[in-house]
């Protein structure tokens, strides 16, 4: 989930942002804000940095065993077939 500090800080620069006006609602303006972003962020399923480096790491080492599967797979069916010819 992305960080709550994060949510915080994107709500103030929108808040900031806003016309004088609108900008004088105050707090409850800002805490309005906060909710829809905590909202549509939520809903979004994001992953924080940490948790996407984690698994790009679980990805990489699951890469590395694949490719070593797939030659120790290739040199089993290698030596399989050699010895299944026929002798002349």
């Known amino acids: 989930m992305i960080d709550p500090k994060k949510i915080?800080?994107?709500?103030?620069?929108v808040h900031e942002s806003m016309?004088?006006?609108?900008r004088e609602f105050g707090e409850d303006a800002e805490k309005k804000i906060?909710?829809?972003l905590?909202?549509?962020f939520?809903?979004?399923d994001l992953v924080n940095r940490e948790e996407f480096d984690v698994q790009t790491q679980v990805l990489l080492r699951t890469r590395e065993k694949l490719v070593a599967l797939?030659?120790?797979l290739t040199e089993l069916e290698a030596k399989l077939?050699?010895?299944q010819k026929p002798e002349a």
Do not use: F, N
């Open 8 to 13: 915080e800080q994107i709500a103030r620069q």
């Open 19 to 22: 016309p004088k006006g609108i």
């Open 34 to 36: 906060r909710q829809v």
């Open 38 to 40: 905590q909202a549509q």
């Open 42 to 44: 939520s809903r979004m």
């Open 70 to 72: 797939e030659q120790r």
């Open 81 to 83: 077939a050699t010895e």
